[in-house]
């Protein structure tokens, strides 16, 4: 069975320049997380879906980021436009339920924005 | 506002040594999980602790929850090269996972 599955892993891209990060969470999973991390750190939740709904999504800095999960299954993440500061890895997760459930992570996307 | 502590930050040591690792918070846990995160990965599930007091082995990987549920510790004994890796815990709170910084572990072989 396939696990999350992430893309792109890398990116560069210039400070202003819009940047999107696709997450394809495990078949059968409702619940799909956005998390970025910074180096040296644990992941920090950017937003939360419950199938298409985005039920907490007040770490997003929504000014820049924007995220969709339109039919409930894969999502993207955008960032328009990058700052400096927004270089990171940013990691997709995906679980059966909220809660104590085991989290599944993909690989992570790192950006770097210059 | 870092609700979860994680002790040592970071952690070298040679093949064969003990190890034991910290989780700490001022808030009880309702549970709290352990996770190793490999470079280019991301974290991997290793254990899930719900009861003041319990411990869980995982081979060489013992996991002890506090009695009161505020804090946690993870020990390896006879540490191996493939134990290197980033080693996070994270606790539930309102439906989502609150994490710590994590413990960077090296095992020089």
């Known amino acids: 069975e396939a696990g999350v599955v992430q893309s792109p892993r890398y990116k560069i891209i210039e400070k202003k320049q819009p940047v999107a990060f696709w997450c394809n969470p495990i078949?059968?999973?409702?619940?799909l997380y956005w998390y970025r991390q910074n180096l040296g750190q644990g992941p920090e939740l950017l937003i939360r879906?419950?199938?298409?709904?985005?039920?907490?999504d007040s770490q997003l800095p929504k000014d820049r980021f924007s995220a969709e999960r339109l039919k409930g299954v894969d999502s993207t993440l955008k960032i328009q436009p990058a700052e400096l500061g927004d270089s990171a890895v940013y990691l997709c997760?995906?679980?059966?339920?909220?809660?104590?459930?085991?989290?599944?992570f993909g690989p992570g996307t790192r950006l770097t924005v210059l | 506002t870092q609700l979860l502590e994680q002790s040592p930050q970071f952690l070298s040591i040679q093949e064969g040594e003990n190890l034991t690792v910290y989780c700490n918070s001022s808030?009880?846990?309702?549970?709290l999980q352990w996770y190793r995160q490999e470079p280019g990965e991301g974290p991997v599930l290793l254990v899930t602790?719900?009861?003041g007091g319990e411990v869980k082995k995982l081979k060489r990987l013992t996991f002890q929850f506090g009695d009161a549920r505020k804090d946690s510790s993870l020990h390896i004994t006879a540490a191996q090269p493939g134990d290197t890796g980033l080693y996070l815990c994270?606790?539930?709170?309102?439906?989502?996972?609150?994490w710590g910084a994590g413990t960077k572990l090296i095992i020089k072989p």
């Open positions: 994270a606790m539930d709170s309102n439906y989502q996972l609150i």
């Open positions: 808030s009880v846990f309702s549970s």
């Open positions: 602790v719900v009861t």
């Open positions: 078949s059968g999973h409702n619940t």
């Open positions: 879906y419950e199938n298409e709904e985005a039920v907490d």
């Open positions: 997760a995906s679980s059966f339920a909220p809660g104590r459930n085991e989290q599944f």
